[in-house]
């Protein structure tokens, strides 16, 4: 039987042997081996493999094993430190026509579930320009724009205002992930001058406009007048206001998607975990 002791690899040996403790030495003994103390590799252990060890193709497979378990590792680290959906805007709101310099709020949109945006309830407001026929439109998820919020006007400026509130627990702190900033997704044209303003906690704010652009566009969070904001969000608003061309009568725009954006060394876990897999594969 084997007595207590330590795996070991003796100086020139080629694989791990069991040691134990020198003569009237304790099974502590043992340990103090690794660190420079006497140890002996009795005759009848000399050989034995350590049990928790295994050499040869056994030790392969097992590390085989390790590679894809890091692997796994690395890609769900990075799945769980990815972007929070602020809103897809893909539950519907009332639609809301306002004219001639008016402002209306439309119903409070309350969570429940299978809503797809953040806190627990959701304003609507618009403003539209002050003019005989002016007018602004304010759309989220209808049969016409689904998964959009759609804002249109025909008359500078018209404004709307989408407001989230009641962010609570751990959709509070923004910069989980290492974020870097708030995306949103422009699904189609722009056919006029769009302005889209964020305002934090009703103190932070920052702003982009937008001509006639397709795609999506990153407000990082050093842009905002107070980043430390968003390490304790408890409202979020959003401002789009719209201007007209001289060959175009009517504005209108739609935002598909508004999410916060994680850092690229956040997304870089993700090719380390595939690296890995790749690694796994090769190896078997």
């Known amino acids: 039987m084997i007595g207590p002791g330590i795996c070991r690899r003796s100086p020139g040996a080629s694989s791990l042997d069991w040691v134990n403790p020198a003569p009237g030495g304790s099974p502590g003994a043992a340990l103090q081996a690794l660190s420079g103390s006497k140890f002996a590799v009795s005759a009848r252990n000399r050989g034995h493999q350590c049990p928790l ?67 627990t309830s959701r304003t609507l407001s618009s403003q539209a320009a002050t003019g005989e026929t002016s007018w602004t439109d304010a759309r989220i998820a209808t049969a016409s724009y689904p998964s959009a919020l759609y804002v249109a006007n025909n008359a500078s400026p018209g404004t709307v205002y989408v407001q989230w509130n009641g962010i609570s627990g751990s959709d509070r702190d923004f910069t989980a992930g290492n974020a870097l900033g708030l995306r949103i997704s422009l699904p189609a044209l722009v056919n006029n ?74 997304l870089m876990l993700v090719g380390i975990g595939l690296a890995g897999l790749a690694r796994s594969v090769k190896r078997a």
């Open 193 to 266: 001058a769009l302005t889209v303003t964020f305002l934090v906690n009703g103190t932070s704010s920052a702003s982009r406009t937008f001509t006639s652009s397709t795609s999506d566009d990153l407000f990082t969070f050093a842009s905002f007048t107070d980043r430390s904001v968003f390490a304790d969000v408890s409202t979020l608003r959003m401002t789009t206001t719209m201007t007209l061309g001289t060959s175009d009568p009517t504005g209108w725009a739609a935002i598909g998607l508004v999410e916060t954006v994680p850092l690229p060394g956040t």
């Open 53 to 119: 060890v295994r050499t040869g193709s056994g030790a392969h497979r097992s590390m085989k094993k390790i590679d894809l378990a890091l692997a796994l590792c690395g890609v769900l680290a990075a799945c769980n430190a990815g972007a929070l959906t602020i809103d897809s805007f893909d539950t519907t709101q009332s639609n809301k026509r306002v004219a001639n310099g008016a402002s209306v709020d439309i119903p409070i949109n309350t969570s429940g579930a299978g809503v797809t945006y953040i806190g």
